[in-house]
């Protein structure tokens, strides 16, 4: 299953930009997506993540100023962040875990897009 971020750039502090992950391939069920993050020298840390079921979860830090959604038709998942902060810079990664037609499961990565927020 192949994954294709899109959606990040260059944005001031205070502004908004919306992450998009599109999935394609043999796939049977999309599961949990997720949205992960990391800066030079740290580990990859969860921004988000949205089940089956649309259920979320959040990074406590970013409770409130980024929404995660999903459109199982398209297969594909979004991520709307307001309120930027230059803390937010990073590469954002998307994960998608699954069922393949094969009812094979897969976990598959995207290559990651850059945010950069400038102060």
């Known amino acids: 299953v192949q994954l294709v971020e899109s959606g990040g750039g260059l944005v001031q502090a205070g502004g908004s930009l919306r992450l998009s992950c599109a999935a394609s391939?043999?796939?049977?069920?999309?599961?949990?997506m997720t949205w992960y993050r990391q800066t030079p020298g740290k580990q990859r840390e969860l921004v988000a993540t949205?089940?089956?079921?649309?259920?979320?979860d959040y990074a406590e830090s970013l409770k409130g100023r980024f929404t995660i959604s999903r459109d199982d038709a398209k297969n594909t998942v979004s991520l709307q962040m307001n309120s930027l902060k230059s803390e937010d810079t990073a590469v954002y990664y998307c994960n998608a875990q699954g069922v393949l037609r094969d009812l094979v499961p897969f976990v598959s990565w995207g290559q990651g897009t850059q945010l950069t927020v400038s102060s």
């Open positions: 391939g043999s796939i049977f069920r999309m599961n949990a």
């Open positions: 949205i089940a089956r079921d649309g259920r979320t």
